[in-house]
């Protein structure tokens, strides 16, 4: 049997979702791969939605909103943009980042939906299933996903998201107009740091280790995961366990 | 999860209708067997099918269901929420529900008339989405009807003829109306006019019926040289800060209503522009008032600045202007000699057809050309490829008339930024919806009319006041009024998590979060349209989106994923 993808969709509910409906309307045939989640707006899509579907074993996520200036809710498209940028370049670690679409779809695009939707399912039919789809998911991307979700949750990542369009629009507190350019490496930088460093974290989750093993199981330079181990004593996450041999252990901090 | 949630949880007594929309969903797939196999989701106490749920019948049955099973939550698989949940949601509440409790199941729109011939594919979608939406049903919570009070008077903004007829349309029905206008005095554009079209009515007559019906009216205040500085408030309670030469001025209205018109463009480096010898129809007209018009040999171009790369909207009234305008020169000098230069001619309806047969039988000459070989003004002449014959024409002219298009006003974006309501590409004020809601903002209480949103004529614009005015009556006249109850709220179990980074504030475009004087973030609910960026935003996911919870959507995405 060919593989029929299960691919989520998150619409907006005044310009894609109505957009679907006039498909219907118009009686537009397309592949019935697609559940639909209604959303008021775009931007009320949280990353750790999408995340979340990709844990579950979901092949693919859509999300649409309104054409870019077209918002019902004037600009929450736009927040919607910086959300699934973010979402996208964690997702890179993992090779999911074709897994997921942002596309825009007016109340009045029937036809446009039916075409947007059919060319994503067969995108996603070419990549194939997801590796956590099925019974027998791939434990090393599941925690890498786990890590992902955990590192773009951070108060870190939600803030420099949550801050970018003010960022790039205006001022900073210090009179500063920041660049998108100078903004992307500090986004770059922010994402390879949270992703690591909650790498580190899922690990230990699992098993107490030494900062020399997780360097090893988790192929990043002891060095840097030595940093992270101290950045996550000081966020309370982690602790010093025990010393074996010469090498001091570190275990998960469970805070009620 | 707590034992209370848990006990919560126990109690939720979900019903699903699957309804078969005559042949719409039940011609393809069997939604008999869909309600059977609702019956083992969690949480479902009853399920059925129906021919048409939102029949009599099916509504009899929602609330009989309700009353006989004890159920707390309903979840209808049918059409589309867009246009039906509004039905189902009163058919709960009359059967004492919160209305809140509902949930809907697109399995028509989005499924059973885009899978038509995929039927068993279409059934597990059906499957999949009403699994989907009885799991986020369980999770519904009942929300508070919140009810303002409307403040029964209104703003205009803008003394034009939209805006006039707006004022006085809610003057007269009782309300207190504010009609201000940003020149010395009233009128807008009706002032630069000479005759209208389709009867040739003078201009000035009609603006002073309807400026001495304004000075008449009863609870009508004018203000003139006036410009609103600052908007504040939400539907039945606004707060406007007027400015009227240096001084400020406070209104407290219930709706606003936009009728600031439109500019004229002025076409410089285009067929040779001078104001004198070359110069617009809007000129062309105030020469006709002044008496000044002597020449014999006349040339307009039509489309002179529209319908290009740059401006490609019509601008619908100059195929009029021109027509009528070459009228009266007919009128005046019947051995005029006068052309018309077009790409294409709008006269739609009976009245304004039969006006451009009365130029052609009054001798007018139309000549049409296109955008890759448009008319050459030289000192005397225009040259002109006549798209008919093939062939070029030379055209001496004493007055060449150029019709340019009304541009949207330079200080849209700023009114606009204060309104909270959005300008499209060529920065005219964007209604709600182009034919369900013409004249409304998607912004509760905020209405427009004329050529504010699109040039339009003098006739239309009257139209569209009256319209604006009987859409803001529609508020004006109730005492309190029901806004939506899923907005964003912090929880009060959640206050700690705020770290007061006021992101929530920069992203809400409704300014409806504000640190309030306990430097505490509030959010003000009445001006909250629920879109829950907040929610997906705060840093420490402190701020819950009512109605779309994170709890809900991950029971949907759950639901499906899980499987």
């Known amino acids: ?256 | 999860m707590s034992e209370e949630e848990k006990k919560d949880i126990e109690d939720v007594r979900v019903g699903v209708f699957v309804c078969h929309c005559g042949s719409n969903i039940g011609g393809l797939i069997d939604c008999k067997a869909l309600a059977e196999e609702a019956k083992s989701l969690p949480n479902v106490a009853y399920a059925e099918d129906n021919l048409y749920t939102c029949s009599e019948n099916g509504l009899a049955s929602i609330k009989a269901a309700i009353g006989e099973h004890d159920l707390n939550r309903v979840v209808v698989a049918s059409c589309t929420p867009r246009t039906h949940e509004p039905l189902f949601r009163d058919c709960i509440s009359e059967a004492g529900l919160n209305k809140y409790l509902f949930n809907f199941v697109n399995i028509r729109d989005q499924c059973t008339w885009v899978h038509q011939k995929q039927p068993e594919e279409a059934y597990k979608k059906a499957q999949d989405l009403i699994r989907m939406g009885t799991a986020k049903a369980v999770k519904l919570e009942a929300l508070d009807i919140i009810m303002v009070n409307v403040n029964p008077s209104a703003l205009i903004i803008g003394g034009g003829v939209a805006g006039m007829s707006a004022a006085l349309n809610l003057s007269r029905q009782g309300f207190q109306t504010y009609l201000i206008e940003k020149e010395d005095k009233l009128g807008g554009r009706l002032n630069s006019l000479h005759k209208l079209f389709p009867h040739q009515l003078d201009a000035s007559d009609l603006l002073d019926k309807i400026k001495n019906n304004v000075q008449k009216a009863q609870n009508l205040q004018v203000l003139t040289s006036s410009i609103v500085k600052n908007i504040d408030g939400f539907v039945g309670n606004f707060e406007v800060e007027v400015e009227q030469n240096g001084k400020n001025i406070e209104l407290s209205v219930g709706a606003i209503i936009v009728a600031v018109g439109s500019s004229l463009f002025v076409p410089t480096d285009l067929y040779g522009y001078d104001g004198k010898k070359r110069i617009t129809q809007f000129e062309l007209e105030h020469k006709f008032i002044n008496n000044d018009v002597k020449a014999n040999n006349y040339v307009m171009i039509q489309c002179v600045g529209s319908r290009i790369a740059e401006r490609p909207y019509c601008s619908s009234v100059c195929c009029m202007t021109a027509l009528k305008n070459a009228l009266i020169i007919k009128e005046k000098n019947p051995e005029a000699n006068i052309t018309i230069l077009f790409r294409d001619l709008y006269t739609p309806g009976t009245e304004y057809e039969k006006y451009y047969r009365d130029a052609r039988e009054q001798g007018v000459l139309f000549i049409k050309y296109s955008l890759d070989k448009v008319p050459i003004v030289e000192e005397n002449n225009v040259k002109v490829f006549n798209e008919y014959m093939g062939e070029e024409l030379i055209l001496p002219y004493d007055l060449l008339v150029l019709s340019t298009p009304l541009v949207a006003n330079n200080d849209n974006k700023e009114l606009a930024q204060m309104l909270k309501v959005p300008l499209e590409a060529n920065k005219f004020f964007l209604e709600a919806h182009v034919k369900l809601r013409p004249n409304d903002f998607a912004t509760d209480g905020i209405y427009i009319g004329g050529s504010a949103k699109w040039p339009v004529d003098i006739t239309e614009a009257i139209t569209q006041g009256y319209a604006a005015a009987a859409r803001a009556s529609r508020v004006l006249s109730h005492e309190s009024l029901e806004v939506d109850g899923a907005t964003s709220y912090l929880p009060e179990h959640n206050k700690s998590l705020c770290t007061g980074c006021e992101i929530c504030i920069k992203v809400c475009p409704f300014n409806a979060i504000i640190k309030n004087e306990e430097d505490e973030i509030e959010i003000i609910e009445a001006l909250c349209k629920g879109c829950g960026v907040c929610a997906a935003t705060c840093t420490n996911q402190a701020i819950v989106i009512r109605h779309f919870t994170d709890e809900q959507i991950f029971s949907e995405i759950e639901a499906f994923g899980g499987q």
């Open chain 1, 1 to 256: 049997m060919s593989f029929e993808p299960r691919i989520l969709g998150f619409l907006c509910n005044w310009c894609s979702y109505a957009g679907a409906d006039l498909a219907g309307v118009s009686r537009i045939q397309y592949p019935p791969n697609m559940r639909v989640i209604r959303v008021m707006c775009s931007g009320r899509v949280d990353p750790k939605f999408i995340f979340h579907a990709f844990e579950l074993g979901i092949d693919g996520v859509f999300v649409m909103g309104c054409h870019p200036g077209d918002c019902h809710y004037l600009e929450g498209n736009y927040e919607a943009i910086t959300k699934f940028d973010m979402t996208q370049k964690f997702l890179k670690a993992i090779n999911f980042d074709k897994r997921v679409r942002l596309d825009w779809v007016s109340a009045s695009e029937g036809t446009r939906f039916g075409e947007v939707v059919t060319e994503f399912i067969k995108h996603i039919k070419e990549l194939g299933p997801s590796p956590l789809n099925g019974g027998n998911p791939d434990e090393d991307i599941l925690d890498k996903l786990k890590a992902i979700k955990l590192a773009a949750g951070s108060n870190r990542m939600r803030a420099l998201v949550g801050r970018e369009k003010t960022l790039l629009e205006s001022e900073n507190v210090y009179g500063e107009q920041i660049i998108e350019q100078r903004f992307n490496i500090l986004m770059d930088k922010a994402i390879k740091d949270e992703f690591e460093r909650h790498q580190v974290l899922v690990a230990l989750e699992k098993d107490s280790n030494s900062v020399k093993d997780l360097a090893v199981e988790l192929n990043i330079d002891p060095s840097i995961v030595l940093e992270h181990v101290i950045t996550l004593k000081t966020r309370g996450l982690v602790d010093f366990q025990e010393i074996k041999g010469n090498t001091p252990i570190f275990m998960r901090l469970w805070v009620k």
